[in-house]
């Protein structure tokens, strides 16, 4: 008789435990294309133009503009793709953004500067969980509970538009 108690234990924590993981699934539509949309501070996860879910966003610390050289704070225009998984992300999960491009590069050179790098889609930190906007060095943010939807939801090669 004391076997049912434990085997309802152990279903318990493993139900529980499942639950509570930062890594979810999914089986939708394919995300086949990101727009981040900055004047707006909205991101946009799309299948064949269908919007498959919307997320609020904070941007880098300078907003206005595309990126141009590290440590400028802002978050970089144009068309890239998602190119690396970071499930043990300081910023709780994170997608890589495939930049610097070429001509992020060459811009970055005609200028004398490095364009910088490590840009990515992550969560949230405790201490910008509320309060000001756009407090990261060029990333973009969305809330912890969001980004494990996204990265359940986008693969390595997903196209990200990223529009003034």
């Known amino acids: 008789m004391r076997i049912v108690p434990i085997f309802l234990l152990v279903l318990v924590s493993a139900v529980a435990t499942g639950c509570s993981s930062k890594f979810k699934r999914y089986d939708g539509p394919e995300v086949t294309r990101i727009i981040v949309q900055k004047e707006a501070r909205r991101m946009y996860l799309l299948h064949h133009g269908e919007v498959l879910e919307t997320y ?28 690396r998984r970071n499930p043990n992300s300081a910023f709780h999960l994170s997608l890589g953004i495939s930049y610097p491009n070429e001509a992020d590069l060459a811009e970055a050179e005609a200028l004398g500067e490095h364009p910088g790098g490590d840009i990515f889609i992550h969560g949230r930190p405790r201490q910008f969980r509320v309060g000001d906007k756009d407090w990261t060095w060029g990333c973009i943010a969305v809330k912890n509970r969001e980004i494990e939807q996204i990265y359940a939801m986008v693969r390595n090669g997903t196209p990200i538009l990223i529009a003034p």
């Open 56 to 83: 609020d966003i904070d941007l880098g610390f300078t907003p206005s503009g595309d990126k141009q050289i590290e440590g400028d704070g802002k978050t970089p225009e144009g068309e890239y793709t998602i190119d």
